[in-house]
DNA sequence: TACTTGATGTGGTTGGACCACATCCTCTAG
DNA sequence: CTAGAGGATGTGGTCCAACCACATCAAGTA
């Protein structure tokens, strides 16, 4: 019922108010993908707030993704709305999983869920399945543990987004953001590293055969074992939160 | 490979360095849940940056629920870490939602596949579980519309809780945020309320059975079921990203 | 024509000032 | 000795006036 950005009873704050006019346009279609605010001492002037209120909003639409700020003068400059919510949704997991309040094991297993789920109803003419297959091959000659792995996130990422959810893939990759040095560190641990990438290409080969057999079910459950199983060789300890931390 | 909180190459933003300060002593255990941070003068000082900055910082967190910040003195005063992962996620579905770049219909679905995941593996001696049971027990004497809601909000939350899940919990709750005002208007279509919430009540009856009676596969499809009927009845129009807005 | 050079406009950062608020401490009146 | 009034202190909230670095564009110059 109660939401936490309209404060009812209490003066809202200065950037609240802010954010709000900026939520508006961007509800009403004033404001698109693509378009750029008003300058930020524009915006102060108009809103009869200081800049610093203004820049506060700013801020917190930055870290959702929502806008991208830049310097200087032309294209790229200005505060331009852009969509990038598995940014927002990647730092806010992060930042939870840093206060051990959101165990890492927790995350894994929704990662399976929704990856489960992403294959078993992955349309087979979908342009994000041919990019999958496309980082499978070059996963079949690639020797190189890091370069592996990047490719690894960008064929998983793929598979998630051939389901043709929006939320869904922006959840899958903010999952995987958060735990990102989690599963590097992990991997540390592998006891023999070639040994695990010829089982992983082995095992996404097999996911891919599956969903272009329409085997959904089959493909799904191929997913979720290929995922814990990774975790589990190399050894998750859902107590310890961030392992990478400096 | 990338993360947005960190720019390698070029020269940081002096509030992403509070920021990763702030998120250091979050993983490192020196700031847990329930501290309070440094006074924005004192951080200012302390990381020889203007408080400004700091305050931008706080602003993110603040956003992102890992914060809460109190004016005055006493135990309600200053800046406080908190844990409210639900806030950040809804609020940054909102607003994507009204870019219209997250389609509502998707929203909807990726709801659909968390509880009933929630659901199949609810566990029957959860306290949550028990909340919801108390819970319908109190909708099934409501006539006023608007409890009957907050009602069944709680309802579902509580479900979703069973699990024992903390991040699907998290999504759950931000996708319910982000859709909230959708769902209320949405009411309004209902052709005939009283019978549609008999219809729900029993539905409601339906799912805790099937919990209690350990079929979990049973309990899912009820709960799909349940949820994509009620927005098939009051007329789901995934194109349209926001019918409350002001 | 080609290049230099300034004008312009953007966000980024800083220091200082003042406010409202809530608590705690001290002093005073009874 | 007690109870209350009133200031001291410290918190976040807000605003302002500068200055910087940067990128583009236009005018002036060789």
New binding site residues.
């Given amino acids: 019922m109660w939401s936490n950005h309209i404060k009812y009873h209490w ?7 802010v954010l709000q006019w900026i939520e508006n346009q961007l509800s009403s279609g004033e404001l698109a993908l693509g378009g ?9 002037e108009q809103l ?6 203004v ?2 909003a ?2 917190v639409l ?1 870290a959702m993704g929502v806008v991208r ?11 331009v709305v852009i969509a990038d919510p598995t940014a927002a949704l990647g730092s806010a997991l992060r930042l939870h999983v840093a206060t051990s309040h959101l165990p890492v094991a927790d995350i894994v297993q929704t990662r399976v869920l929704l990856e489960s789920w992403a294959v078993a109803r992955a349309r087979t003419d979908s342009p994000a399945l041919a990019e999958a297959a496309g980082l499978m091959e070059k996963m079949e000659a690639c020797h190189d543990t890091d370069e592996f792995l990047a490719l690894d996130v960008r064929f998983h990422l793929a598979l998630a987004e051939a389901a043709g959810n929006a939320v869904v893939s922006a959840m899958m990759g903010s999952l995987r953001e958060a735990i990102q040095s989690y599963a590097g560190k992990l991997t540390a641990n592998l006891p023999d590293w070639e040994a695990t990438a010829a089982r992983l290409r082995a095992e996404h080969r097999e996911i891919l055969a599956a969903i272009n057999n329409h085997d959904g079910g089959r493909a799904a459950g191929l997913v979720a074992a290929h995922i814990e199983g990774y975790y589990k060789e190399a050894g998750l300890d859902p107590r310890d939160s961030d392992p990478a931390r400096q």
């Fill in positions: 003066p809202m704050r200065t950037h609240q108010l750029r605010l008003p300058a930020e001492r524009m915006l102060a009869q707030v200081s800049r610093t209120s820049r506060e700013i801020r930055e700020a830049g310097v200087g003068s032309g294209p790229d400059a200005g505060t």
